[in-house]
C-alpha cells in the first residue's frame, strides 16, 4: 500500500513538472523528444520497377514454292513476294497465284506489258465480262493474265494475280482411206445461224444509211453497201476514223462544223499513235480539236490512245456528244446522271464520260444512248461496242432538233459548196 502511494504522488510530482515547464526551453525539448520522426512521415515507399514490354516481332511470311509447271517464259516481280497458289479455276486449266509488294499496281502493270513485250507475248484483248486493267497475253499454246485484286488486309500493300492456262489445240487426224462415199445433196446454208452477219432489226435502217456512204470499203473491194461483221466488236482507232469520216462527209457543204485532218508536220500527241499509224490523221485531229482527252485538253496523264483496244459504251458517248452539241458540256456528276437516265450502274461510269452522258439525255429522242441501246436501266459502261451500233451513232449529227441526218445527205447527194449564193458581195471591186 506505502508503494501505491509512492508511484501516485510520484505522478503527480511529475505531471506538476511537465505543466509548470510546458512554456519552458526544458518542456519543449521535452515534447520534442517524444515526437514522431518527420523523415519516417514523409519517406515514400520504393518506387516501383519500370518494365519495358517486350516487342512482339513481325509475323514472318510462309515461303510458298512456285507450281512445279509455272512457265519459265513468264517473267517474275523483282519486288513480289508469292502468298499463295490458290485453287484452279471451275474449269480445272487455269492455275492461280497470288502475290504482294510494295509498289504501287500501275508500276506492276508497266512491268509485266514491257516484259511480256519484250519477249514476244501477244497481248489479247479483255473479255467482256473482264477487268479492263487485266493484261492478257498469249505465246507457245499457253496464256498468261495479270490481274489486280483488291487488297484484303487494307495494310497499303498492292496484291496481283498471276494467272496461267494452256490454251487448247485441236489435233488434226488424217482419215484412213474409205471407200468413195454416195453422194449426198449439199444442204443449203441457215442464214438464220449466221448471226455475225446479220444486222440487229432496230438498226438496219441507220447502218444501211450509213453503209450508202462508202465508209465501209474494204481494202480493194469496190463493195460499198454492207457492214462487214456487225455484231463484232470495233476498236477506238477505226471508230475515229468513222467518226471524222462520216461528220466531214454529212457537212460537205459546211467547211466550218468540218474536223481537220492533221497533216504530217504535225508532232504525235499519243506516244502509241505515230505518224504512220494508218488513222494518225483522224486520232490526231480529234486531239487537237479537243473532242478526245489528251495533254492537249490538259490532262497530263494520258499519253496513250490505245487505238487496238475495243471501244467501250463511255467512250463512244463521250466522242460523240461533242459533235452533236457543238458546245462546251456541262458539268456533271453522278448523281446528276443518276437522276436522269436512273441507271442502276452510274457509279462505274468513267468522270470523264459523266459530262456527255447528261446531255446526251437531253437530246430527245435524237440521243444516242436512246436511238442504239433503246430503253434500259443499266448503261453497262465497258461493254464493248458492236460495229452495227457504233455506225447507228452516226446516222445523225445535232442537237434538240437542229442537226443533219445520213439519210437528209444522201438524198442531197451535190449540196453547195459555198454556202453563200453571192461570194463576191462587191459586184464592182474596183470602181476606179
Known sequence: MKNIFLFTGLTVSLIATLSSCANSPTGEAIKNSLQADPQLETNSPPPK???????????????????????????????GILREVMPSTTDKTAVITLWQTTDPSNAVQSFYKKELEGKNWKIINNLE????????????????????????????????????????VQAVISPSPTPTPTPTPTASPNPEKSENNSVPQELSSFVADIAKLGIFKAPNSQETGILPNPNGTITRSQYARWLVEVNNKLYADNPAKQIRLAGGNSQPIFTDVPKTHPNFAEIQGLAEAGLIQSPLSGDNTITKFRPDAVLTREDLIAWKVPLDTR????????????????????????????????????????????????????FQPKKPVTRAEAAATLWYFGFQGEGISANEALNNPNPNPNPNPNPNPNPNPNPN
Open 49 to 79: 520497377p519500370i518494365i519495358t514490354p517486350t516487342k512482339t516481332p513481325e509475323p514472318v511470311i510462309p515461303v510458298v514454292e512456285l507450281p512445279a509447271d509455272f512457265p519459265s517464259e513468264i517473267p517474275l516481280y523483282a519486288n
Open 129 to 168: 465480262n473482264e477487268n479492263r486493267e487485266n493484261l492478257n497475253a498469249e505465246k507457245d499454246n499457253v496464256k498468261v493474265t495479270i490481274a489486280q485484286q483488291a487488297n484484303p488486309q487494307g495494310d497499303g500493300k498492292t496484291y496481283f494475280q498471276i494467272r496461267y492456262q494452256p490454251i487448247p
Open 327 to 378: 458546245q462546251s458540256l456541262p458539268k456533271a456528276n453522278i448523281d446528276a446522271v443518276k437522276e436522269r437516265w436512273s441507271f442502276k450502274d452510274t457509279s462505274k461510269i468513267d468522270p470523264g464520260a459523266l459530262p456527255a452522258i447528261l446531255e446526251d439525255y437531253n437530246n430527245a429522242d435524237n440521243s444516242n444512248i436512246r436511238r442504239i441501246f433503246g430503253y434500259t436501266t443499266l
